[in-house]
């Protein structure tokens, strides 16, 4: 037997094809790859231009570019196989089961991240305490003490009350501090983590709800709110809560969903104002689907499941509506306040509209516009700026090309309106703060979406890839880490660290001193709540307050306690320092430093004991006067002397002088009530006005019975013992520098 040789299949035209479009496949994937990679390059040059150089223009020509170029990309893949079977690709299910134990441990890593991001050096990151999240801590010790439930509060320009009562409860547990305040929004932010990723797996899949759970979990913007103690880190969880249990209701059309869906709906418009535009992203989401398949509300049991739905929203919101119901310009004050309508009339054009509009636009890349935080950083931080805007324009292109799917439209639908919260008032990631649901979950999209299309279209490297998207997400937290708590982290306003030191001094020193301080805006609230002493009304202040150091000069000292005065180390208080240390001088001195170490002094403490007596000036030495201080008295003496003579006059006229019960009043700070305001038209109603233009602190005082008068004022400097008041009225007594005119010149 012989053996032939092989013989070689005759070459066709038909291989010849299959090997030309094998070919051209590969050449229109690489192209397509190379499109999305010079897009996303494109978009972090961009932001380098917008974050770093702050320049605006050429960032957004780059990401014009970017866009144009990802449009590009699409438009070349849409043919491909790998982008064919869409739905498929809709729900994952074209992807390899994930293990359930592999799914936990993904879970537990992203959620322990959050977690760790959170509560990392949370003893001095963040630095000091806000102080809106310090008048929440205030509220929440008077829900303590046993106040009355109310879900809002007038106070502090209004405020719903379900984050007081969190805070509450941590108060509890871990006493009236910083810390028990920072808990109730970190448990908060944690919390939604878990939401979030049920809500993420029912829209596409557990992988892209992982993608979508860590980036929430590094997410600078969502990690910051839950840190400051503010009430608005509840809109997010509200946001998953109640739109992952409407998706299940129409999914599975389960009536337990109907119903927690309707609860959460309405329990969460008593978090903050952003989650008023959740019932409106609700109705659109029903709409959308009810035109799907109207079967879902036009059939009897349907339309019993919607009517649970909307009276389980009804039932939860009725503690709140009732309220609103009942104090509709105190529930809405704030509201119409900031309504950009009033801009508008206040404009006489549309100009705020469209500044609000590119605000709104600008605020996730470009800057915040915070008042507090995120005032001039991005709401997002890189990559994930960058996913962002890629993933919200493939959502926007897949919401047409898979209409049918409901995740791409919500998604869509859930940022836009969410926006609208700020484009109506002023936007900020406080206002907007819903948000940052959709657009982690649009960065999640197009991360997601491109890891399918490329593990479709090289099978062969799918443990590439899988490695690949693990590394960009380990960048992603690497890149936040070092932004907000690195070595080298953005400096955080809003927080204020001088404030937050001090107030943690005075709580110590409160009990045995009579406490005075001086310092430039320190927010009140802050100082409060942090010298709280752990028993009566929270909002009584332990010390008195100014922002001009000189008053303490002419401050009394306490007769039974200490003496304390507190004034801010900043070199316009400095002479008031070095006086009260001349006065004192066997007093102790306290340096108060800033918390991060280093050897700058935020304030000067001195501590006067009981029965101290200032040292009386050497002799030639003259006493402290604030500048111009001499020049300011000499124009109130004048004052005084016309004062004198109006009154005279008015008596020649009328019988008597203007007459206050014997009660002291202010000279006309109240034109409706202060009766010295009837010898305004005479002298000219400036003569009654301090030359420090402060009609309470320095000001004229007037006090009569209708035969006779007493104006008292407050000079800077000592008055001569002819001007000094001797027996003043009860409530000037320990005024400093106090002067009296009597029915004779001073």
């Not at 070595?487 to 404030?499: A, M």
């Amino acid at each position: 037997m012989t053996v032939s040789e092989p013989q070689q299949p005759p070459s066709s035209p038909a291989a010849a094809k299959r090997s030309r479009a094998s070919q051209s496949l590969a050449a229109a994937r690489i192209r397509v790859v190379a499109f999305v990679v010079m897009a996303v390059a494109l978009g972090f040059f961009a932001q380098h231009r917008l974050v770093e150089d702050r320049r605006l223009d050429p960032g957004l020509a780059l990401w014009a570019l970017a866009i144009a170029v990802f449009l590009a990309a699409l438009w070349f893949a849409r043919r491909l196989p790998a982008a064919s079977d869409s739905s498929a690709r809709d729900s994952g299910a074209h992807e390899p089961p994930m293990p359930r134990l592999l799914e936990i441990a993904l879970f537990a890593a992203a959620f322990g991240t959050g977690v760790l991001f959170r509560f990392y050096r949370i003893g001095d990151i963040p630095p000091g305490l806000n102080h809106d999240a310090a008048w929440n801590g205030l509220y929440a010790i008077t829900i303590t003490q046993g106040i009355d439930y109310a879900p809002y509060t007038p106070a502090a320009w209004g405020r719903e009350t379900m984050f007081h009562y969190i805070i509450a409860f941590w108060q509890l547990i871990v006493g009236h501090t910083q810390f028990a305040i920072q808990l109730a929004a970190i448990s908060v932010g944690i919390v939604t983590l878990v939401p979030m990723y049920l809500f993420a797996r029912r829209l596409f899949g557990p992988r892209f709800a992982l993608v979508a759970t860590f980036f929430l979990a590094v997410s600078g913007w969502h990690m910051t709110l839950s840190k400051v103690g503010w009430r608005m880190i509840l809109v997010p969880l509200f946001y998953v809560l109640v739109f992952y249990f409407l998706l299940r209701a129409v999914q599975e059309r389960r009536l337990r969903d109907f119903v927690l869906a309707g609860v959460f709906l309405g329990l969460s418009l008593d978090t903050y104002d952003a989650a008023r535009i959740i019932p409106f992203i609700a109705v659109a989401y029903i709409a959308y689907e009810v035109l799907k398949d109207r079967t879902l509300l036009f059939k009897r049991p349907q339309l019993a499941r919607w009517g649970l739905f909307a009276a389980a929203a009804v039932v939860a919101f009725s503690p709140l509506g009732w309220y609103a119901l009942n104090h509709w310009e105190l529930f809405t004050g704030r509201s119409r306040f900031l309504w950009i309508g009033n801009q508008i009339d206040a404009a006489g054009s549309l100009e705020p509209l469209w500044e609000n509009l590119k605000a709104a636009a600008l605020m996730f890349n470009f800057r915040g516009n915070g008042d507090d935080f995120f005032v001039r950083e991005p709401l997002l931080d890189q990559p994930l700026s960058v996913f962002f805007v890629l993933g919200s324009v493939l959502a926007l292109v897949l919401a047409v090309v898979r209409w049918h799917h409901p995740g791409y439209f919500l998604l869509v639908v859930m940022l836009v309106l969410s926006q609208l919260v700020g484009v109506a008032s002023k936007p900020n990631g406080n206002r907007d703060i819903g948000s940052v649901i959709p657009a982690v979950a649009l960065a999640a999209v197009f991360l997601v979406e491109s890891w399918r299309w490329l593990r479709a279209s090289y099978p062969n490297l799918t443990p590439a890839f899988n490695a690949g998207l693990v590394v960009v997400l380990v960048y992603a937290g690497a890149v936040t880490f070092d932004d907000y708590l690195g070595p080298n982290r953005r400096t955080q306003w809003g927080f204020y660290p001088e404030t937050t030191r001090v107030g943690r001094y005075v709580k110590t020193i409160a009990p045995d001193y009579e406490v005075h301080l001086a310092a430039g805006n320190w927010p009140r609230d802050a100082l409060t709540y942090l010298s709280y002493q752990g028993s009566g009304d929270p909002f009584q202040r332990v010390y008195t307050y100014t922002t001009d150091a000189t008053e303490l000069l002419g401050m009394p000292l306490a007769n039974e306690k200490g003496t304390a005065f507190i004034i801010e180390a900043v070199p316009n208080k400095q002479a008031v320092i070095d006086e009260l240390r001349r006065r004192y001088p066997d007093a102790p001195t306290h340096n108060i430093h800033y918390p991060d170490g280093s050897d700058k002094t935020i304030a000067v403490a001195l501590l006067i004991p009981p029965g101290a007596t200032p040292k009386p000036p050497e002799e030639g030495e003259e006493p402290y006067t604030p500048p111009a201080a001499a020049e300011r008295d000499e124009q109130r003496r004048a004052a005084l002397s016309r004062i004198r003579e109006a009154l005279l006059d008015y008596r020649e006229e009328t019988g008597n002088f203007p007459d206050t019960g014997g009660s002291v009043q202010t000279s006309c700070a109240y034109t409706d009530l202060d009766k010295l305001c009837v010898i305004g038209d005479r002298i000219g109603m400036e003569t009654l006005i301090d030359p420090r233009g402060d009609v309470h602190r320095y000001g004229y005082w007037y006090e009569s019975d209708g035969e006779s008068f007493t104006v008292y004022a407050t000079f800077e400097g000592p008055p001569s013992p002819e001007e000094a008041c001797v027996k003043p009225h009860p409530s000037m007594a320990g005024r400093p520098y106090l002067v009296c005119l009597r029915n004779a010149t001073p």
